[in-house]
């Protein structure tokens, strides 16, 4: 069965360095997605991608994030200067419209634990 | 109001009780409902679709109440193996996740 990917499974990093987070959607997908999990908090909504371009970011999602598809399979986010409350588990989603349920049928990957000390 | 609401639990029973999770939302979160699974440091999975007559996927069943606002999880005969945390989704163009509710069911 297809799955999303994602790379590294876990990272720690200073505050104020930068961090990129790699994710591999699954291959026929359009749509993608960034969602982050702050230790026993809800999984809240950062930012969609379409057709090489945001879709829609949420308010957490600000100068400092950015999101990349820089080659046919990855979908990239950076985090330009890490502050301490960065440090979550990054969720990368993917769906496509083909899908019986559409856009909204979302498949998560694995994650990324990111620690900011 | 909070997007999606949920009773964070924790929900503690016996193998084979019938529990149930209840979840209200807002207009913001309307457009179409989830419940997904989330183990313990993992991704959530989608468990099941909610549709407005209501629908079923043996031992869960999903409810949504429109006029209320209320969506609710029933799962029957519940094992070990469905501990995990709940999670009511509603999609108003992206996910919007309520904080879950923590099951654990005990031999």
């Known amino acids: 069965e297809p799955e999303v990917t994602q790379t590294p499974s876990h990272q720690v990093t200073q505050m104020g360095q930068e961090v990129i987070l790699r994710c591999v959607p699954i291959?026929?997908?359009?749509?993608f997605y960034w969602y982050r999990q702050i230790l026993g908090q809800k999984v809240e909504f950062l930012v969609s991608?379409?057709?090489?371009?945001?879709?829609?970011k949420s308010e957490i999602f600000d100068d400092q994030f950015s999101v990349e598809r820089p080659d046919g399979s990855n979908f990239t986010l950076k985090i330009r200067s890490t502050k301490l409350e960065d440090s979550a588990m990054y969720f990368c989603a993917s769906s496509d419209v083909g899908d019986p349920g559409g856009q909204e049928t979302q498949y998560f990957g694995p994650g990324t634990r990111l620690l900011v000390l | 109001r909070k997007e999606v609401e949920q009773d964070p639990g924790p929900f503690n029973v016996p193998e084979g009780a019938t529990v149930a999770f209840n979840c209200t939302y807002s207009?913001?979160?309307?457009?179409?409902f989830f419940w997904y699974r989330q183990d313990c440091r993992k991704e959530p999975k989608l468990l099941m679709s909610v549709y407005s007559s209501g629908n079923e996927d043996g031992r869960f069943t999903a409810q949504l109440n429109r006029a209320s606002q209320y969506i609710s999880l029933l799962i029957r005969d519940s094992k070990l193996s469905d501990s995990a945390t709940y999670l009511c989704v509603g999609w108003g163009g992206k996910l919007i996740f309520g904080q879950g509710t923590e099951l654990s069911v005990k031999p």
């Open positions: 207009n913001s979160a309307s457009q179409s």
């Open positions: 291959s026929n997908h359009l749509y």
């Open positions: 991608f379409y057709n090489n371009e945001i879709s829609e």
